[in-house]
């Protein structure tokens, strides 16, 4: 699926406003860089990370990037916490761990991918290529979930899972009164 020039996923722009002001983006697969540009017009420092040195020409546009392998070589920010990081249409299971664990204190994860029952319309349709029922919650121990959805889209046909999740921040454990995190836009 292209998403050369096109706008940010419907996902990703509707909880955008969670990232507080400011905050560094990690933009993991980042392709030619349509959520880096989204963020940076926006305000926010970002970074992506994908395997293609030509989607990566593309992305440089908009914010620092990073040509690695995740997927067959080691995680390229070891130590290194975003702000927000984003995730769209990539899942390899081994590098969730290294995903929410760039997730900042106080810090956003917004991740949209493939679940199963997606081998019944097309593409992706490996097992290792679909989350399956429940897994992005799971993967997402730690994090305060803020929004979660399961389910199936058309135009174009897809089953999806769907995540917006906070770390909490430091001084979160022992506040008295929870974080007011918005459910839409104020």
């Known amino acids: 699926?292209?998403?050369?020039?096109?706008?940010p996923s419907p996902w990703i722009a509707r909880w955008s406003h969670l990232l507080a002001p400011g905050a560094t983006v990690l933009d993991v697969a980042c392709g030619s860089g349509r959520h880096m540009r989204w963020f940076a017009g926006r305000?926010?420092?970002?970074?992506?990370?994908d395997r293609s040195a030509e989607a990566l020409a593309a992305a440089a546009r908009f914010?620092?990037?990073?040509?690695?392998?995740i997927?067959?070589?080691?995680?390229?920010?070891?130590?290194?916490?975003?702000?927000a990081v984003v995730v769209t249409n990539y899942?390899?299971?081994?590098?969730?761990?290294?995903?929410?664990?760039?997730?900042?204190?106080?810090?956003?994860?917004?991740?949209?991918?493939?679940g199963a029952g997606n081998?019944?319309?097309?593409?992706?349709?490996?097992?290792?290529?679909?989350?399956?029922?429940g897994e992005l919650i799971a993967a997402c121990a730690?994090?305060?979930?803020?929004a979660y959805e399961e389910g199936f889209l058309e135009e174009p046909d897809r089953f999806v899972q769907r995540i917006a999740a906070i770390r909490p921040a430091a001084d979160e454990a022992?506040?008295?009164s929870p974080p007011r995190h918005r459910l839409e836009p104020g």
């Open 1 to 7: 699926m292209s998403h050369a020039g096109e706008s």
């Open 43 to 49: 305000g926010h420092a970002t970074t992506g990370v």
């Open 63 to 69: 914010g620092e990037t990073v040509e690695a392998d």
């Open 71 to 83: 997927e067959a070589g080691p995680w390229p920010f070891g130590g290194r916490g975003f702000g």
């Open 91 to 114: 899942l390899w299971r081994p590098r969730l761990p290294d995903i929410v664990g760039a997730v900042a204190p106080g810090g956003v994860l917004l991740y949209e991918t493939f």
């Open 119 to 133: 081998e019944t319309v097309g593409k992706p349709s490996r097992p290792d290529f679909l989350l399956r029922p």
């Open 142 to 146: 730690g994090l305060r979930l803020i």
């Open 174 to 176: 022992g506040a008295s």
